[in-house]
Structures are given as structure tokens and as C-alpha cells.
């Protein structure tokens, strides 16, 4: 197979060198060819030593790169074969953390595992892809085939859910459907020993937030005989876990009345009605923060990104800051807050900044005990900190 090739000014080899997952279109000198969105593209420096191979895409990012010179020996062909040869090696990797106990887990997170534009989470047998860029979108049969070559009768079905990732003008034409097999929802899965019930059709994301799992084992540790409130809950994961780890009242609090069903469904799929104490409810946090004065012995904040782009960076942090403070008026005296940020653009010391504010309007005295993060099936590239998107703190509030 021949692609089009890619030439890149002077001095802008560098960064492509060193791995970063994307061609700017500043960077280009020229193309030999048509280059149309989606198309596998190869890339080469000034004086045509070929560099990388990656998906273009009209656009500020116009190449996001998925084998580099370096660690493919030269040009590659994006067949069954290559990716077969890709996720078995990613799999590899993924072994430390699937056990009798888990059987979920992100088995390809984009730039983080060089797979620039694409997704895979793994439901307990399932595969649910997506793609972030149509080039991406593009690879998905022969993708499909590479995880069948995997996986073998593990793989029961594939489930294609990018419609909602892929840029705006292709989204439009693309359903999501199964690319392989057909599995019924909702689906149950095992994350340290808990069951969950993942519905990728009408889930948010690919069904569930697999990147909170070493969180939700570290509030288990701290929710013994403790009053938790879950706010952000989503699916309920951090609520079931401090249910199983024995906290004597759990308060689950969501907007979507779709998660809070999902939330009691979970929770009833784990335990026996007399033995716990858990309420779910649908309420905007803020609200519901605002309107209750209860008092809780941790409070664990996970919001939605509020901020997806830099223009929006100053805005999100007075979000958080709001948020967190209110939140922090919540916890008792010596209690703990869990609290998160999932944007991209805040970055750890801007989050860190933010809750010392929110500290300082709550007036409470504030210690860190935890610094968190993703776990390692979300790894982030040296070469791509932008890829280190989730960040925590677990706070000893006074
Ligand atoms: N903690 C969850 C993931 C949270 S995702 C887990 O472990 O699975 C963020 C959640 O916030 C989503 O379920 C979304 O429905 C909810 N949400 C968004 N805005 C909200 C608001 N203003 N008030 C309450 N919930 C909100």
C-alpha cells in the first residue's frame, strides 16, 4: 500500500521526533497528492527521511500520528495485522489489572498508548470503540478483526459508540451499531469483586467511568461507619463501594434521572435491601448542596469537565472553586472530601490553586492526604502531558 507523503518544514521534525502524537498544519511544507480527511498519511522531513505514519484531518491538528520511525523501523500498513500486533502489546501491559476480580478496563486510551483518535473500553467479554477522529473511525473493521485476533472466544461482541466523538460534519453520518457479535444490556461487569451494569447504548460515554476505579478502592479504605455523600454520582461506583466497605449511610446525588436509576440499579445489584442505607438522589449538586445543611464524614466531588477548551479555562475555575467550597461547608468537623477534576485544560497546580481558594472562602482548615490521578490503564505518553487529564485531592478538613 502506498500512502501520500507528508513533508514537514525545517526544525519541525523535532517534536515528531521526540513522539508527540501531532502534526500542526503550520508544520507542513507540502503533500505529493490529494489528501482528503480521514486518510492515512506518511510523514517525512524536509529532506525526506520518513518520520511517522498518522490519520490527516483538515484542520489545526491536520496529522495525529500512530507509528513513529523510532519504534516501527519505517513505513507501516494500518492492516489487521499491524493492529493485531498493536493491542496485543497494549494487552500485554493491561494483565496487571485484570483479575477474577476485574474484567473492565481501557484496553486503548488515544495518544496514550499511540493510538492517536481512539478509545476501546472492554465490558467483561465486550469491546465498545470510539473514534475521535475519522481517520480513526475509518481503521474500525480492520480493528474489529485485530480484536477478534486478541482476544478469540473471549470477544463476544464490538460495539462502535463514536457518533458523539467524531467531528461534527462526519458525526452526522455515522449510527452507532455493533461491528461484531451482539451482546444484551444492560451488561454486568466486575470492578474489585462490585458488580456493575454497563449499558453502552444509552450510557454516557462508553457506558461507565472505568478511569475512577483505584479512587473508589481508596474511599473504601476511609468509608467504614462513615455518612458519604456521592455527589456527581453518575452510575453510582463510588457509592458501592463505600456501601460494601460498610458506610453507614450513603447519599447519592445526580442531574440525570437516567443515572440516578442507573445508580439504585447498581446498588441493588450488589446488596440486599436491609443491609444498607442509600438514598439516590436527582438534583443539580449546587442545589442540592445549597439546600440541605446535613453534614457528611466525606464528600466526594466528581463533576463533568467543566471547562473542554482554554477560553473557557477562567470561567470553569471559578466552577470549581464555587463548587468545592460549598461542598467543603458540607463536611463535618475531621471529615474528608474527595474532590476531582476531569478537564483537560486545568491543569494539577491550577487545581490544586483552585481548591486552596475554595479553602479560604469555606474558612475550614484544610490538610492533603492523597494526590490522585488515572489509573494505569489510561496511561499518558512523557511526550503528551495533555493526556493527564484526571486529577484529585483527598482532603482532611478540620
Ligand atoms: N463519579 C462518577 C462519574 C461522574 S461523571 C463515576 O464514578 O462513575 C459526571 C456526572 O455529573 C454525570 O453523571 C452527569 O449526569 C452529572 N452532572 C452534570 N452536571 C451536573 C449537575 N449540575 N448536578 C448534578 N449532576 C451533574
Redesign the pocket.
Known amino acids: 500500500m502506498s500512502y501520500t507523503k507528508l513533508f514537514l518544514q525545517a526544525g519541525r521534525d523535532e517534536a515528531v521526533r521526540r513522539f508527540h502524537p501531532w502534526v500542526f498544519s503550520r508544520a507542513i511544507a507540502r503533500y505529493d497528492g490529494d489528501l482528503n480527511d480521514g486518510d492515512v498519511v506518511e510523514v517525512y522531513d524536509r529532506k525526506g527521511e520518513y518520520l511517522a505514519t498518522g490519520h490527516y484531518h483538515d484542520g489545526s491538528i491536520a496529522v495525529r500520528l500512530f507509528s513513529f520511525a523510532a519504534t516501527a523501523g519505517g513505513p507501516v500498513t494500518p492492516d489487521a495485522a499491524y493492529w493485531t500486533k498493536k493491542l496485543t502489546g497494549i494487552r500485554h501491559i493491561r494483565q496487571a489489572i485484570i483479575n477474577a476480580e476485574t474484567n473492565c478496563y481501557r484496553l486503548v486510551h488515544g495518544e496514550g498508548d499511540g493510538c492517536t483518535g481512539l478509545i476501546i473500553d472492554v465490558y467483561n467479554g465486550v469491546a465498545v470503540l470510539q473514534a475521535h477522529s475519522i481517520g480513526m473511525h475509518r481503521e474500525r473493521m480492520v480493528i474489529t478483526e485485530a480484536l477478534q485476533n486478541v482476544f478469540g472466544n473471549e470477544l463476544t461482541a464490538v460495539y462502535d459508540k463514536s457518533s458523539e466523538t467524531l467531528p461534527n460534519e462526519y458525526a452526522g453520518t455515522v449510527i452507532n451499531s455493533y461491528l461484531f457479535g451482539q451482546t444484551p444490556v444492560p451488561h454486568p461487569v466486575l470492578e474489585n469483586g462490585n458488580t456493575f451494569l454497563i449499558d453502552w447504548i444509552t450510557g ?1 460515554k462508553t457506558g ?2 472505568l ?2 476505579r483505584d ?2 478502592a481508596l474511599l473504601a479504605r476511609y468509608a467504614p461507619g462513615k455518612r458519604v455523600l ?9 457509592s458501592v463501594y463505600a456501601i460494601q466497605a460498610g458506610a453507614t449511610d450513603v447519599h447519592s ?4 434521572q ?2 440516578i436509576a442507573l445508580t439504585n440499579q447498581n446498588v441493588t445489584a450488589n446488596f440486599s435491601p436491609e443491609t444498607y442505607q442509600h438514598e439516590a438522589i436527582a ?6 448542596l445549597n439546600h440541605h445543611d446535613e453534614q457528611y464524614d466525606i464528600v ?1 466531588l ?3 469537565a467543566f471547562a473542554k477548551s482554554l477560553s473557557a479555562r477562567h470561567r470553569a475555575v471559578q466552577g470549581y472553586k464555587r463548587l468545592n467550597a460549598e461542598g467543603l461547608k458540607r463536611v463535618a468537623k475531621g471529615g474528608i472530601l474527595f474532590t ?1 477534576s ?1 478537564s483537560q485544560v486545568i491543569d494539577r497546580e491550577l487545581f490544586y490553586n483552585t481548591i486552596v481558594a475554595a479553602a479560604i472562602e469555606a474558612g475550614r482548615q484544610v490538610r492533603v492526604l492523597h494526590h490522585l490521578s488515572q489509573p494505569a490503564d489510561h496511561p499518558v505518553s512523557l511526550f503528551h502531558p495533555e493526556g493527564s487529564y484526571l486529577k484529585g485531592l483527598v482532603l482532611w478538613v478540620e
Open positions: 454516557q461507565f467511568f478511569d475512577q479512587n473508589r456521592n455527589a456527581f454520582c453518575y452510575s453510582g461506583g463510588f446525588v445526580d442531574s440525570s437516567k443515572a438534583d443539580d449538586v449546587l442545589h442540592y466526594i466528581d463533576p463533568p476531582f476531569c
